[in-house]
């Protein structure tokens, strides 16, 4: 068995054990440059840190943040950008920030925005394009159905009032024909 046995194997890989588990650990030091390394093996003289452990301490020794005195800090964020782009002129061509249409929209997205920090829901439940798309898509239907609808319906009412007309015009005629025919109604001679 060319020289090596079974025995020898495993006796290595004994002795390297404790190599391959320190080099799972993810190191991060900072270099001569200033700049923020990572590897698994810090240079030799410098000391290096488990990756994300000093994240980690931060967190749990950090005071807890007011959620009420954050939100109010969004939603003057949100009123004064707000205020800022309804101030900005818009129009069309190269001296304007914004085009009305997508000024508009951009309030729209603020507006949703705030909606959501106020809410305390998703903005993604206030903003969904289909749903907006799909209602404007409806109300164009809407109106046009409604105006086929009020077409057919004035057409349907020249139609009836020319049969009132062609009716009362029968009816005038009848009559002046049973004023002059009198003797011949049905059942007069019998």
Known sequence: MNGITFRQVFMLLILLAPGFATAATLYQWTDGSGETRFGYRPP????????????????????????????QEHLRL????????????????????????????FINDLLI???????GRPSAEFAKPDNRRQLTDLKQKYQKDKTQLVDELQTQAVEIQQQ???????????????????????????
């Not at 003289?45 to 994300?52: H, I, L, P, R």
């Not at 925005?113 to 809410?119: G, S």
């Not at 009362?168 to 009848?174: D, I, K």
Request: hydrophobic letters at 35%.
């Open 44 to 71: 030799q003289g410098v000391v290096g840190v488990v990756a994300g452990e000093k994240e980690r301490q931060q967190q749990t020794a950090a005071n807890p943040v007011n959620c009420r005195e954050l939100q």
């Open 78 to 105: 949100v009123d004064q950008e707000i205020a800022r782009v309804k101030d900005l002129q818009a129009g069309f061509g190269p001296h304007f920030d914004f085009t009305p249409e997508a000024k508009q929209r």
């Open 113 to 119: 925005l705030r909606t959501a920090l106020v809410t």
């Open 164 to 190: 009132r007309k062609e009716l009362e015009r029968e009816r005038l005629q009848n009559e002046f024909y049973m004023q002059r025919f009198w003797l011949l109604r049905p059942g007069f001679l019998y």
